[in-house]
């Protein structure tokens, strides 16, 4: 039987996932980037793989919590494969409670999770005295902790899959004619041309800022304070983020937005006030109209399909993604929740 040939276009998270789960399935798979791997917003600083709050229950709380499940197995057969680290680790994640109001909605979603996770994941409310040195501060005295969430080092995830594939004879091209069916996974720019061939808006790019600290905090827990989420990794820096711009001149460029963020850290973790910053990163974000993924066959072309919109939660959702687009690709299968179809954006 012949090999089925697949392109990938867009050598970001979605689009290096899914080349692996299709080259795991035994496809013939090249990936196509003029820019490289992890170039655009995948290959940012903050990699933080939380979950949504356990209640008001939605396919698309439902995918991601899959999808977090998945990830430490999808992770370590990356590494295995290709011998490149890619800075996962789930140790779950810290919140801060602001008041009483906030102390009740945090222990009401205990049970939620317990019903919801189904053992597979904690959502606690805990003392803040409990939680170590790495920890934000509680106008309550109390945090919230769950165990599902994870931190993913975005540049290191890009690399190991690019190594995995390459340990399998799969290459990152800057430029090859299509074969076989052709999967687009081509980010923020993939959103604003197909807009325009539509005519239609069907998501738009949001800029980011995000930074990193060189503090060791490596087998501590994220910290999510007042939208800001504060990842320790594995190679001893912090990273913070981000910021959300809808507007922008030039998608690189770092300015006073970054430098607020920073503050705006070492107010919610006083012992990052002496770290150094080691790093700052700027870059966009696909957003897709529906504010979930865009996944499924591309309307009116046979044989091409998008796989765009991650946004914030792409390293999150790339697992399921990777897998449920290799189904509908290579077995016809349509898994893909309502609210994640092409149709939903258009």
Not at 33 to 53: E, K, N, Q, T
Not at 332 to 340: K, S, V, Y
């Amino acid at each position: 039987m012949a090999m089925v040939e697949i392109t990938v276009r867009g050598a970001g998270i979605f689009g290096l996932s899914i080349a692996w789960v299709l080259t795991q399935r035994g496809a013939s798979v090249q990936v196509v980037d003029p820019f490289g791997a992890g170039a655009g917003s995948s290959g940012g600083l903050v990699g933080a793989l939380a979950p949504h709050v356990p209640e008001n229950w939605n396919g698309k709380k439902a995918f991601q919590l899959d999808s977090l499940l998945m990830a430490e197995s999808f992770w370590a057969e990356v590494q295995e494969a290709g011998g490149v680290d890619p800075g996962y680790a789930r140790l779950g994640r810290l919140q801060p409670i602001a008041d009483t109001h906030g102390l009740e909605l945090a222990r009401s979603r205990t049970s939620g999770a317990e019903e919801l996770w189904k053992g597979r994941a904690e959502w606690n409310v805990i003392p803040a005295v409990d939680a170590g040195a790495f920890a934000p501060s509680s106008a309550t005295g109390f945090l919230i902790r769950d165990s599902l969430t994870a931190r993913m080092h975005p540049r290191q995830a890009c690399a190991a899959l690019v190594a995995a594939l390459r340990a399998k004879g799969v290459k990152v091209v800057a430029d090859a004619p299509d074969r076989g069916a052709v999967i687009w996974a081509t980010g923020w720019q993939g959103l604003r041309d197909l807009s325009e061939q539509i005519g239609k808006s069907v998501g738009a790019g949001v800029k980011g800022q995000s930074a990193a600290f060189a503090c060791d905090a490596r087998h501590a827990p994220q910290v999510f304070v007042d939208g800001l989420h504060i990842v320790p990794h594995g190679d001893g820096t912090v990273a913070i983020g981000s910021t959300s711009e809808r507007e922008f001149d030039d998608p690189s460029t770092i300015d006073a937005q970054c430098d607020a963020l920073i503050a705006k850290a070492i107010d919610a973790m006083p012992v990052l006030a002496d770290a150094p910053v080691v790093a700052r990163w700027a870059g966009v974000r696909p957003r897709a109209r529906s504010r979930a993924p865009m996944l499924g066959e591309w309307p009116g072309r046979e044989g091409h399909f998008i796989a765009n919109g991650g946004f914030k939660i792409g390293f999150g959702m790339a697992p399921k993604v990777a897998h449920v687009m290799a189904e509908l690709v290579l077995d016809g299968r349509d898994a893909i929740p309502e609210g994640f179809r092409v149709a939903a954006s258009m």
